[in-house]
């Protein structure tokens, strides 16, 4: 079945996987949605004993039609190896009674962005290449503070392309910022700006369909492309490790093949939790998405109402990857909600933008979805209290989704068994981890860093090693006005 993509707010414009994944963001500033769904081509048993590698493979093949078997063999290869991910098994499962942690850290830049990041370089040049492009390619990418990181390490002295990263200056973690600013490659461009995700974000996205802006971009001698997972090259490859999580269930015995799941998600921009939903469309049985947020709890909010109203006060929190007003990826689940109506989901996408709210009515595929939040206090004692009871420690962001199941749990008695999306290490934030357990001393992160070693009995991963030595590469602060500007900088 070859599955074509189209843009979710214009049925007309419709375009190959490898087109998709190498414009990033449609024209129409929709994003591309695969038109059908592709099943699974093997039984949910013969997939218990497969590896990693073999899962993505399958997935990738089933949504990316136009790339041939062995395009795709060559692109899984080359990003799940041992070179790029500390242990071998690429993801691991920590299990508790029903709750099952999938680690989704073990890359180059310990946060799950490396899941889609390591392997996003390689399909967008296999990409050009089918599509006969002569350009380069320019990824503009903004970050909440691990995309950033993770996609210089992708394609950082990648021949052919230029990686522009914008990140909320002060509105990262410490040990993020350094990892950004000390990545190395001369293809590789970081600048912070005075304002928030969701401001870097949206200069983004319009940089991608202001028609003066392209034609700058296209003389210089280069085409634009997102590494942000409104690009269909970040969330096929995220399908791939709940597929393979509910695998490992079935081989480990803990699950009946055919039995349902939940999943818990730590989320910013509804990418990590759409990959979950789009897994139980090609067949993954997965029975409720609890959709976990921090206190910027817009989304919490739209799964209760229906009414998705981002004019509130935007927080800096202790997990600052969510720290999101706009969730992009939410828009592709609306589509799905609203019957694939093109003109529906463009209408409220323009009230977003132009009201800063929107309201749709509650229905079976909403209803899937299970949202609430987590306060700072909330998530510290979660990390306390993980730690006390299992002696596993967790990062700020997998609190969240902890803390949020417990709560669904205990509202609703449902126990089946659960997948908690377990998104960093705790090394990338060790402040916040450490404050969970302490009060005083809790300035000097690199000390920090070494507490959290004594603490847990885990080694400090490469990536913290790394950022002790490195130094510091990238400078430049602009405004979000400046934005357009810097990036015709970096051209010339
Ligand atoms: C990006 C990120 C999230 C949010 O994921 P989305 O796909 O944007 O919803 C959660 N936790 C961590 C550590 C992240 O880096």
Request: some cysteine; hydrophobic content about 40%; aromatic content about 10%.
């Given at each position: 079945?070859?599955?074509?993509?189209?843009?979710?707010?214009d049925?007309?414009?419709?375009?190959?996987?490898s087109?998709?994944?190498?414009?990033?963001?449609?024209?129409?500033?929709?994003?591309?949605?695969?038109?059908?769904?592709?099943?699974?081509?093997?039984?949910?048993?013969?997939?218990?004993?497969?590896?990693?590698?073999?899962?993505?493979?399958?997935?990738?093949?089933?949504?990316?039609?136009?790339?041939?078997?062995?395009?795709?063999?060559?692109?899984?290869?080359?990003?799940?190896?041992?070179?790029?991910?500390?242990?071998?098994?690429?993801?691991?499962?920590?299990?508790?009674?029903?709750?099952?942690?999938?680690?989704l850290?073990?890359?180059?830049?310990?946060?799950?962005?490396?899941?889609?990041?390591?392997?996003?370089?390689?399909?967008?040049?296999?990409?050009?290449?089918?599509?006969?492009?002569?350009?380069?390619?320019?990824?503009?990418?903004?970050?909440?503070g691990?995309?950033?990181?993770?996609?210089?390490?992708?394609?950082?002295?990648?021949?052919?392309?230029?990686?522009?990263?914008?990140?909320?200056?002060?509105?990262?973690?410490?040990?993020?910022?350094?990892?950004?600013?000390?990545?190395?490659?001369?293809?590789?461009?970081?600048?912070?700006?005075?304002?928030n995700?969701?401001?870097?974000?949206?200069?983004?996205?319009?940089?991608?369909?202001?028609t003066?802006?392209?034609e700058?971009?296209?003389?210089?001698?280069?085409?634009?492309?997102?590494?942000?997972?409104i690009?269909?090259?970040?969330?096929?490859?995220?399908?791939a490790?709940?597929?393979?999580?509910?695998?490992?269930?079935?081989?480990?015995?803990?699950?009946?093949?055919?039995?349902?799941?939940?999943?818990?998600?730590?989320?910013?921009?509804?990418?990590?939790?759409?990959?979950?939903?789009?897994?139980?469309?090609?067949?993954?049985?997965?029975?409720?998405?609890?959709?976990a947020?921090?206190?910027?709890?817009?989304?919490?909010?739209?799964?209760?109402?229906?009414?998705?109203?981002?004019?509130?006060?935007?927080?800096?929190?202790?997990?600052?990857?969510?720290?999101?007003?706009?969730?992009?990826?939410?828009?592709?689940?609306?589509?799905?909600?609203?019957?694939?109506?093109?003109?529906?989901?463009?209408?409220?996408?323009?009230?977003?933008?132009?009201?800063?709210?929107y309201?749709?009515?509650?229905?079976?595929?909403?209803?899937?979805?299970?949202?609430?939040?987590?306060?700072?206090?909330?998530?510290?004692?979660?990390?306390?209290?993980t730690?006390?009871?299992?002696?596993?420690?967790?990062?700020?962001h997998?609190?969240?989704?902890?803390?949020?199941?417990?709560?669904?749990?205990?509202?609703?008695g449902?126990?089946?068994?659960?997948?908690?999306?377990?998104?960093?290490?705790?090394?990338?934030?060790?402040?916040?981890?450490?404050?969970?357990?302490?009060?005083?001393?809790?300035?000097?992160?690199?000390?920090?860093?070494?507490?959290l070693?004594?603490?847990?009995?885990?080694?400090?991963?490469?990536?913290?090693?790394?950022?002790?030595?490195?130094t510091?590469?990238?400078?430049?602060?602009?405004?979000?006005?400046?934005?357009?500007?810097?990036v015709?900088d970096?051209?010339?």
């Open positions: 079945m070859s599955i074509i993509y189209q843009s979710t707010r049925a007309k414009n419709r375009v190959s996987a087109q998709a994944i190498l414009k990033g963001i449609a024209e129409d500033g929709g994003l591309y949605v695969p038109q059908t769904f592709p099943t699974l081509p093997v039984s949910l048993e013969a997939l218990a004993d497969m590896s990693y590698q073999e899962i993505a493979f399958l997935v990738l093949r089933a949504f990316l039609s136009d790339f041939s078997d062995d395009e795709l063999r060559a692109c899984v290869n080359s990003a799940y190896s041992t070179t790029k991910f500390d242990i071998d098994d690429i993801v691991s499962i920590q299990s508790f009674g029903n709750k099952h942690y999938l680690e850290f073990h890359g180059e830049t310990i946060a799950f962005k490396d899941m889609a990041l390591s392997i996003l370089p390689y399909l967008m040049s296999t990409a050009a290449k089918k599509n006969g492009s002569h350009k380069d390619i320019l990824i503009l990418t903004a970050t909440s691990d995309t950033g990181k993770a996609a210089m390490a992708g394609f950082a002295d990648v021949p052919h392309t230029k990686i522009i990263v914008f990140y909320p200056k002060g509105g990262v973690s410490h040990i993020q910022e350094l990892q950004m600013l000390t990545q190395k490659g001369d293809n590789t461009h970081v600048i912070g700006i005075t304002g995700f969701d401001d870097a974000q949206s200069a983004v996205k319009a940089m991608f369909t202001d003066d802006m392209i700058k971009v296209n003389q210089a001698g280069y085409q634009f492309s997102s590494a942000n997972s690009n269909i090259g970040r969330l096929m490859p995220q399908v490790y709940y597929v393979y999580a509910y695998a490992q269930l079935v081989k480990n015995k803990v699950i009946r093949c055919g039995e349902s799941i939940n999943v818990s998600v730590p989320t910013g921009n509804f990418g990590n939790i759409l990959a979950a939903y789009y897994a139980k469309q090609i067949g993954l049985p997965i029975d409720t998405f609890i959709c947020s921090n206190k910027n709890n817009v989304l919490s909010d739209f799964f209760a109402t229906g009414t998705y109203n981002k004019n509130r006060p935007f927080y800096v929190t202790n997990s600052p990857s969510m720290d999101i007003l706009i969730s992009s990826n939410l828009e592709r689940l609306i589509y799905h909600a609203v019957e694939q109506d093109t003109q529906k989901t463009r209408d409220l996408m323009h009230a977003l933008s132009q009201q800063g709210e309201h749709v009515d509650l229905n079976d595929i909403l209803s899937a979805f299970y949202g609430d939040f987590a306060t700072e206090d909330n998530i510290t004692a979660q990390i306390k209290r730690f006390d009871n299992y002696k596993y420690l967790i990062d700020p997998t609190a969240v989704s902890d803390f949020v199941y417990d709560m669904y749990a205990e509202k609703t449902d126990n089946k068994h659960v997948v908690i999306a377990s998104t960093a290490s705790p090394y990338k934030f060790p402040k916040s981890v450490m404050s969970a357990f302490r009060h005083d001393n809790l300035d000097d992160d690199m000390a920090l860093v070494d507490a070693e004594t603490l847990s009995n885990i080694p400090q991963p490469q990536a913290v090693l790394d950022v002790k030595q490195a510091i590469r990238h400078h430049k602060v602009v405004s979000v006005e400046e934005m357009a500007q810097s015709l970096c051209l010339s």
